[in-house]
C-alpha cells in the first residue's frame, strides 16, 4: 500500500507562484502555456493567471489522437512559425510523459528550441528534464504518492490504481 501525502492548495500555490517567478526571472517568454491533461492542466490555468499568458491543452492521458496527437502536431506548426511553448505538467515523475510528448513534437517537425517544460514537482532520477520546477524529489528516497488538490476527491481504489501503474515509483 503506497503512503498518500496529499499536497495542500496552499503548497500548490506556493509552487505556482514558484514557477511564476522562475518564468518572470528569465528572458524567454512563451506565447502558450500547454496544460496536459489530467495532472499539467489546472497547474497551467493558475500559472496562466498568475502570468496573464493564455492556457491551451493537450489531453495525453486520454489517448484519444483528436485531443492529444492533432493537438500536438497543430503546436509543432505554431512553434516552426516562430511561437514558444510551455508545457505544463504536474510531476516529472519517471519522464515518460515529456519524452513521449516531445517524441510525438519531434516527429511532427517541432521547432525544439521554441518548447519548454515545467512541473511542479521534479524527479532527479526521472529519464527526462524539464526546464522549470517548483521542488525536486529523489525517487530514490522518496517513494510517497503525492496527491494534488484536484485528485483529492478520487476514490482511494483509484488513486492506489494510479499509484501501482509504475511500481518502481512507490517500491
Known amino acids: 500500500m503506497p503512503i498518500f501525502t496529499p499536497i495542500s492548495h496552499e503548497q500548490f500555490v506556493a509552487d505556482v507562484r514558484a ?4 518564468l518572470s526571472a528569465d ?5 502558450f502555456l500547454i496544460g496536459i491533461g489530467r ?3 489546472v497547474p497551467a490555468v493558475y500559472l496562466s493567471h498568475a502570468l496573464g499568458l493564455p492556457t491551451l491543452s493537450v489531453d495525453h492521458s486520454a489517448q484519444v489522437h483528436d485531443f492529444a496527437g492533432a493537438a500536438l502536431e497543430r503546436l509543432a506548426a505554431r512553434t516552426r512559425e ?10 516529472n515523475d519517471s519522464g515518460a510523459t515529456i519524452a513521449k510528448l516531445r517524441a510525438m513534437l519531434a516527429e511532427a517537425d517541432a ?10 514537482l521534479d524527479n532527479v532520477r526521472s529519464i527526462s528534464r524539464v ?5 525536486t524529489l529523489d525517487r530514490a528516497v522518496t517513494k510517497d504518492w503525492f496527491v494534488f488538490p484536484w485528485e ?6 483509484a488513486l492506489e490504481a494510479d499509484a501501482a ?3 518502481e515509483r512507490i517500491a
Not at 528572458?27 to 506565447?31: A, C, E, K, M, S
Not at 516562430?82 to 510531476?91: A, M, S, T
Open 19 to 22: 514557477l511564476a517567478e522562475q
Open 27 to 31: 528572458h524567454w517568454t512563451p506565447d
Open 39 to 41: 495532472g499539467g492542466l
Open 82 to 91: 516562430g511561437e514558444r511553448l510551455l508545457v505544463v505538467d504536474d510531476i
Open 111 to 120: 521547432a525544439s528550441e521554441q518548447i519548454r517544460f515545467a512541473t511542479l
Open 131 to 135: 526546464d522549470y520546477r517548483a521542488r
Open 152 to 157: 483529492a476527491v478520487a476514490p482511494e481504489q
Open 165 to 167: 501503474a509504475v511500481p
